[in-house]
C-alpha cells in the first residue's frame, strides 16, 4: 500500500507539475517567448535550433519557440471553452434524466447512442465539412459531438448517487426535487465530473489539433499547434523540427491532463484512500 501512494503521488505531482508550467507558459507567451510569433525573417527560414532560435524556425523564418509559446493560449484556451460550454449543456441533461429517468430518459439515450455510435474525429470532420472550416464551425462542431459522452456520464453518476441512503431520505423527508438535486446529488456528482473534465481537455486540444492540421479548425497563420503541423508537413524531410516540437508539445499536455485525470479517477481515490487507512 506504501508503494501504491507513492505511485499515486509521484503520477498526480508530474501530471500537476506538467500542466502547470504548460499553463504558466502560456499566460506569460508576451514576456518568455523571444521573438514575436508572426515576424517572418526570410534570409533565416527553416534555421535549425540555434542560440538564437532555440527550437528553429519555420518556413518563413518565424521562431518556432515563439510559436509555440503563444499556441498554447490557442489551442488550451480554445479546449477550456469548449470543454466548459459542454459541461454547461451537459450538465442540465445529464442531471434530469439521471434523476427523473422514464420516457425522456429512453429519448435522450436513443439520441445519445445515435451521436456515440460514430467515431468522435469523423462526426466531426462531417459536421465541419457541411459548416465550411474555420474557428466557430469547428468549435460548434466539437460540442455537437462531445456533448453526448457528457450527457452519459452524468447520467450514470446521477442514478449512482440516487441510490445512496441520504439522498432517498432527502426526497422522502419532503424536499422538492430541486432541493434535492442541488443540494444532495450535484455535491456528490461535480468533483468526479470535473476530474472527467480535466481528463477530456487533453483528447479536445488532440482533436482540435488534429482539425487544424486538415485545414478545418484554426486557420494560418494564428499560431496553434495543429496549424504548426499542417504548415510543416512539406519540410519534415529537410527541417524536421519544425514538426517535432509542436507533435512533443500536444504530447505533453496531453499526458499531463491523462496523469491527472486517471489519478483522480474513482479507483486512484479509492486507493490513495485505502493507502491511508493503513
Known amino acids: ?3 501504491m501512494r507513492l505511485s499515486f503521488k509521484g503520477s498526480l505531482l508530474t501530471g500537476g507539475v506538467l500542466l502547470g508550467l504548460i499553463v504558466l507558459l502560456g499566460v506569460l507567451a508576451p514576456w518568455v517567448a523571444p521573438h514575436d510569433p508572426l515576424d517572418v525573417d526570410l534570409l533565416n527560414r527553416l534555421a535549425p535550433p540555434s542560440r538564437k532560435y532555440p527550437f528553429g524556425t519555420d518556413h518563413l523564418g518565424r521562431d ?3 510559436r509555440l509559446i503563444y499556441g498554447i493560449r490557442t489551442s488550451v484556451l480554445i479546449a477550456c471553452a469548449i470543454t466548459v460550454t459542454t459541461l454547461c449543456i451537459s450538465l442540465p441533461i445529464g ?3 439521471g434523476y427523473v429517468r422514464g420516457r425522456v430518459d429512453q429519448l435522450v439515450m436513443r439520441a445519445i447512442d445515435g451521436v456515440l455510435a460514430f467515431p468522435d474525429i469523423i462526426l466531426t470532420v462531417a459536421i465541419v465539412g457541411i459548416l465550411g ?4 464551425n469547428m468549435t460548434l462542431a466539437i460540442i455537437a459531438v462531445r456533448w453526448a459522452g457528457y450527457v452519459r456520464y ?5 442514478q449512482k448517487a440516487c441510490q445512496e441512503d441520504y439522498v432517498r431520505y432527502a426526497r422522502l423527508s419532503g424536499n422538492s426535487h430541486v432541493r434535492v438535486l442541488r443540494r444532495y446529488v450535484l455535491p456528490q456528482v ?3 465530473l470535473l476530474v472527467y473534465a480535466v481528463w477530456d481537455i487533453g483528447r479536445v486540444v488532440l482533436m482540435v489539433a488534429g482539425l487544424s492540421f486538415l485545414g478545418l479548425g484554426v486557420q494560418p497563420p494564428k499560431p496553434e499547434w495543429g496549424v504548426m ?3 510543416a508537413t512539406s519540410y519534415f524531410q529537410v527541417a524536421p ?3 517535432i516540437f509542436p507533435g512533443l508539445a500536444i504530447m505533453l499536455f496531453v499526458l499531463a491532463c491523462q496523469l491527472l485525470g486517471d489519478r483522480f479517477s474513482e479507483k486512484g481515490a479509492a486507493e490513495w484512500r485505502m493507502g491511508q487507512d493503513r
Not at 472550416?133 to 466557430?136: A, L, M, N, Q
Open 95 to 97: 442531471l434530469l434524466i
Open 1 to 3: 500500500m506504501k508503494n
Open 190 to 192: 461535480l468533483p468526479q
Open 133 to 136: 472550416p474555420g474557428f466557430v
Open 64 to 66: 518556432v519557440l515563439s
Open 241 to 243: 523540427h519544425v514538426m
Open 154 to 158: 452524468i447520467r450514470t453518476l446521477v
Open 229 to 231: 503541423l499542417h504548415d
